[in-house]
């Protein structure tokens, strides 16, 4: 995601604005419409920032302590995702179309930097769609396994202080009523509902 975004503002701010021969000034290369090199240019540095933010919380997400702010951690990376992907998808389908309308003399002057602009636009939505998809998988599963939960104890804590029963709470040494029957190998019938088996 980092470098798409650096792609995608590199071709823009270098050569996403040219000039005819004849002509002094420059414009940008999307159909000389300076909104669409502007946003193209704002998404991709943005975004950029926002993938070195990411980063940061990945490094720092294991020494978060506080349940809450884990929990909100994991929900921002997930709305984030979202925005971005969405927004992508935006910029993809406005640089796409000012591309289409561009005049065909301006097309040849820095087509190869636009065209890779809208190709690592398209990409964007997908990656940023991913990482949405395994921050949501992420919070699946912090909140299956009580990651996310305030009244969450230690599981081998709550075993050891859990009280032994037998099956069905009955008494081992005497499943059937009868205190003889259970150490007689031969004496079983079916009918005590217990069944002796050695090991």
């Known amino acids: 995601m980092k470098l798409f975004s650096i792609v995608i503002f590199g071709c823009i701010a270098n050569e996403g604005y040219i000039n005819r021969p004849n002509e002094v000034e420059e414009y940008c290369i999307f159909n000389r419409n300076q909104n669409a090199c502007n946003y193209g240019v ?10 070195m933010a990411f980063l940061a919380l990945d490094v720092y997400f ?18 984030l995702s979202a925005f971005w992907s969405f927004m992508w998808f935006v910029g993809f389908c406005f640089l796409a179309n000012q591309w289409q309308v561009t005049e065909h003399e301006d097309n040849q002057l820095g087509g190869d930097a636009a065209r890779a602009a809208i190709t690592f636009s398209f990409f964007s939505i997908f990656t940023w769609a991913g990482q949405s998809f395994l921050a949501f998988q992420r919070y699946k599963l912090g909140a ?19 009280p032994y029963t037998s099956f069905g709470g009955d008494d081992l040494e005497s499943p059937g009523g009868g205190g003889g029957q259970a150490n007689n190998d031969g004496a079983f019938d079916g009918t005590g509902g217990y069944q002796r088996q050695d090991y």
């Not at 704002?42 to 993938?51: D, I, N, P, Q, R």
């Not at 294991?62 to 709305?79: C, E, F, H, M, W």
């Open 62 to 79: 294991p020494q978060i302590s506080s349940v809450k702010d884990r929990k909100k951690a994991v929900l921002a990376d997930i709305g």
């Open 144 to 162: 299956d396994s009580a990651l996310f939960s305030q009244e969450y104890t230690d599981p081998s804590q709550d075993a050891a202080g859990a």
């Open 42 to 51: 704002f998404m991709g540095s943005m975004a950029f920032l926002c993938c």
